[in-house]
C-alpha cells in the first residue's frame, strides 16, 4: 500500500467523499501476508516508498507467480529481479503487460495504483563496455519501476578515455550517476572527478581471472581516489539504482 494511496484516501474521508467506515475496510488488511514459503510486507510500500521486489534466484515459477499475483492484488505492480527465462515466460502468461528485460533478467509490472513520478530529475547509468550492460540495464529497469528518469551512456570505458570525455552535457545534466564497470574499475574515479552529483559505483564480475570475478574492481572503486564516490556490491545494480531513487527523491 502506497503512501500516495493511503493520502487520498484520508483526503476523501476529510472531504466527506469516503466514511471512516470505508478507509478502515482499506487499511485493516494485515501488513504481512503469510503464503507458507514467503511473507509478503505489503506496508513496505508505505514506509519506504516502494512494494517489495522479487527476487527470482531460487524461487520456483509457482512460487514467483504466487507472490506476484498477491502483490498486484493490493494494487501494487512488482518488479523481478535475477529471473530465469521459465519464470518470465509464465509471468508474461499471466500478466500480459508486463515488460520483460531478457538482458537485465527482471519483469517489471506497474500497478493500477502506481503514482505517476513528479521528479524531473534524472539518473544517467554510465557503463565501461558492452559486457557490463547485464547489470547496468539492471539499474535501469530498477530506476524505470519506481516512475524515475534514465539516461544511459554505453561502451565509454577507459580503455578510450576521450569517449567518457565528449559527454559532458549528458553528465552535467544528471542529477545522480550509477557507473557500472569491471576490469580495472576505474571509470568511477574519471566521471567522480568530471562531476558534482552523487556517484554511485557498481563493480562488475565482467574480466580475466585476476579480477576474482569482480573483486578486484570492487577493491579499486572502495579506494577511488575522486573523494565521495559510493561503492555498491559486485553486480548489484538493483542496489545502486535504489541508493540512487532515495537521492532523487530527497526533498
Known amino acids: ?18 466514511s471512516i467506515d470505508q478507509a478502515l ?14 511473507n509478503i510486507d505489503h506496508h513496505r510500500a508505505l514506509r519506504a516508498g516502494y512494494p517489495e521486489v522479487v527476487f527470482g534466484e531460487g524461487k520456483t515459477v509457482e512460487q514467483t507467480v ?7 492484488a493490493q494494487g501494487d505492480g512488482f518488479l523481478v529481479t535475477r529471473s530465469s527465462e521459465a519464470q518470465r515466460i509464465a509471468l508474461a502468461a499471466k500478466f500480459p503487460a508486463v515488460s520483460l528485460n531478457a538482458l537485465a533478467r527482471t519483469a ?4 493500477s495504483a502506481t503514482p505517476a513520478s513528479s ?25 524505470l519501476a519506481l516512475g524515475l528518469g534514465v539516461a544511459r551512456l554505453t561502451d565509454v570505458g577507459v580503455a578510450g578515455i576521450h569517449r567518457i570525455l565528449a559527454q559532458h552535457d549528458a553528465l552535467r545534466d544528471a542529477a545522480v550517476v550509477i557507473v557500472v564497470a569491471g576490469m580495472d574499475g576505474a571509470l568511477p574515479s574519471v566521471v567522480g572527478g568530471l562531476v558534482r552529483v552523487p556517484v554511485i559505483a557498481v563493480p562488475t ?3 580475466y581471472g585476476a579480477s576474482f570475478e569482480g573483486l578486484s574492481a570492487l577493491l579499486a572503486m572502495l579506494n577511488s581516489c575522486a573523494a ?16 540512487a531513487a532515495r537521492i532523487l527523491n530527497a526533498p
Open 25 to 38: 475496510a482499506h487499511l485493516d488488511a494485515a501488513p504481512v501476508e503469510d503464503l507458507g514459503f514467503a
Open 1 to 18: 500500500m502506497r503512501r500516495e494511496r493511503v493520502r487520498a484516501l484520508l483526503e476523501d474521508v476529510a472531504a466527506g467523499r469516503a
Open 66 to 72: 504466487i507472490i506476484c499475483e498477491r502483490l498486484t
Open 119 to 143: 521528479v524531473v530529475k534524472k539518473a544517467l547509468i554510465v557503463t565501461a563496455g558492452t559486457s557490463d550492460l547485464p547489470v547496468s540495464e539492471e539499474a535501469v529497469e530498477t530506476l
Open 108 to 111: 517489471r509490472l506497474a500497478g
Open 205 to 207: 564480475s565482467v574480466g
Open 228 to 243: 565521495g564516490v559510493t561503492v555498491c556490491n559486485i553486480d548489484n545494480g538493483f542496489g545502486a539504482a535504489m541508493a
